[in-house]
């Protein structure tokens, strides 16, 4: 069973910066692509990004802009979402999340528990 522990989110003035961690288990980070979605209460969750298994593929949704990176942590099982200049539209709770298989393509059926994200001066 995969599991993902999120950690590093919480309250940020507009143009501020955050990184969100996400430890993973149960499954290789380095062979099964790895997500990050965001969803505010009564809105469908979206995502943010996805980091492929296929080395130097990440896809991010058309709204970061620029602004956020995913990157796999040099420690084994470790996520990250640096996320720049920061916006109250970015407020939301962040997910860890994996597909059912192993590509950014495939549909996320496994998710962490979430992390606060607040950006608002």
């Known amino acids: 069973q995969f599991q993902f522990v999120e950690s590093g989110g919480g309250l940020v003035q507009p143009g501020g910066s955050l990184r969100l961690s996400c430890i993973v288990s149960?499954?290789?980070?380095?062979?099964?692509?790895t997500g990050w979605f965001r969803q505010v209460p009564g809105k469908e969750r979206e995502r943010v990004a996805c980091?492929?298994?296929?080395?130097?593929?990440?896809y991010y949704g058309k709204f970061v802009k620029g602004r956020f990176t995913a990157t796999r942590g040099d420690a084994k099982g470790t996520v990250y979402l640096q996320m720049n200049n920061l916006m109250p539209d970015d407020t939301a709770v962040y997910y860890c999340?994996?597909?059912?298989?192993?590509?950014?393509?495939?549909?996320?059926?496994?998710w962490g528990q979430g992390t606060q994200v607040t950006v608002s001066s």
């Open positions: 980091i492929s298994s296929s080395p130097g593929s990440t």
């Open positions: 999340a994996a597909p059912n298989r192993s590509s950014c393509h495939n549909p996320f059926d496994q």
């Open positions: 149960g499954f290789s980070s380095e062979r099964h692509a």
